[in-house]
């Protein structure tokens, strides 16, 4: 997984605007100030979800995701920010950061639905980000949540208030910004993060819209999108799934086969046909994740041992070893 640098620029400078140090936060999480200005460079998806982590500690906010997304700008999806800018209305615009949004990070998935006179809006970050850094996890989804409502005020001219608002996780000690920012019904502990509007409030057009540019825009991402799916091999395919869905731990063959529409045989030929199995692909990426798990000093072994699907932190040692010929103690401390 990984997360395109405009994302994390906005939270560099997002954190840097609320007190934090640029060079600091950016030595921090292991990144050169440099590479911010590089639109096209990506962070892999531990990098990416540290930067959230220490900019929280150096902001001391235990909101920084909501602040930040008060002052969220479409240009932090790049391309697909200039075509939701381009866009007719603001429905529009959500259903392009649907279809497109996954161009700038896979750690994060969008969409939307009609349901009766109302459009539901969800965001979803990566089953594994949630297990492995929920805080990091609920900070993305509320500077996501916030920031489409003020992108809707920057694109529509006028405030679009939701009718409701849920969240995944416990309700906080204090939710007086929340009530500030969303103005709405707000609901915790619930299945999912969404925001509801009614039809009308989406309709809405988009100030800036401009159809010549919509099809250039839309153009350029769609072949982004074609070429990305073509780079995909099957392998990679599989670890994504695996990653987004399933939290790291790779499900039975079986499952797997259902969830990609396939029989078990098929999936089988299709793997052989690149020169791998099922078995070894789970292990290839057992042992990638262990490797990039460690490098997080806070994570305890006996929690990643978990996280991996090991019952016993004992079993992970003993599958490290025969991966690596040593401990994971000893391959953290190299």
């Not at 603001?90 to 109302?118: C, H, P, W």
């Not at 153009?219 to 395919?237: M, V």
């Not at 789970?282 to 990643?304: C, H, P, T």
Request: charged residues 25%; proline residues 4%.
């Amino acid at each position: 997984m990984f997360a395109h640098m405009p994302i994390i620029r906005d939270i560099v400078y997002g954190a840097a605007a609320q007190g934090a140090s640029i060079k600091e936060l950016c030595s921090k999480a292991g990144i050169e100030t440099s590479d911010l200005n590089d639109s096209e460079k990506k962070l892999d998806f531990i990098t990416a979800y540290q930067v959230w982590e220490h900019a929280v500690k150096l902001t001391k906010d235990k909101l920084l995701g909501l602040h930040l997304g008060e002052m969220a700008n479409p240009t932090i999806l790049g391309l697909v920010g200039h075509l939701m800018q381009s866009s007719p209305t603001l429905k529009v615009a959500f259903e392009n950061v649907s279809t497109f949004g996954q161009i700038a990070t896979d750690m994060f998935t969008y969409s939307i639905r009609k349901e009766g006179e109302v459009y539901i809006l969800s965001y979803k970050p990566a089953s594994l980000w949630i297990k492995q850094s929920p805080d990091s996890a609920r900070q993305a989804t509320e500077q996501a949540m916030a920031g489409t409502i003020h992108v809707f005020y920057l694109l529509a001219g006028e405030k679009i208030i939701p009718s409701s608002v849920t969240f995944q996780y416990r309700r906080p000690a204090s939710i007086i910004e929340y009530e500030r920012i969303f103005n709405s019904l707000l609901k915790f502990n619930s299945t999912s993060n969404e925001l509801v509007f009614e039809v009308a409030q989406l309709e809405k057009r988009v100030l800036s819209y401009d159809k010549s540019l919509y099809k250039v825009f839309n153009t350029i991402l769609q072949s982004k999108k074609a070429d990305n799916s073509k780079r995909l091999t099957l392998k990679a395919e599989l670890s994504k799934v695996i990653l987004d869905h399933f939290a790291g731990q790779p499900p039975p063959i079986e499952v797997m086969a259902s969830h990609l529409n396939l029989g078990v045989r098929s999936l089988q030929r299709k793997l052989e046909s690149e020169k791998i199995s099922y078995r070894q692909l789970s292990s290839d990426l057992k042992q990638n994740l262990a490797r990039q798990l460690l490098s997080n000093a806070e994570l305890k072994v006996g929690y990643i041992s978990t996280i991996l699907g090991y019952s016993e932190p004992s079993a992970f040692r003993r599958a490290f070893k025969s991966w690596t010929k040593t401990s994971p103690r000893k391959a953290r401390k190299s």
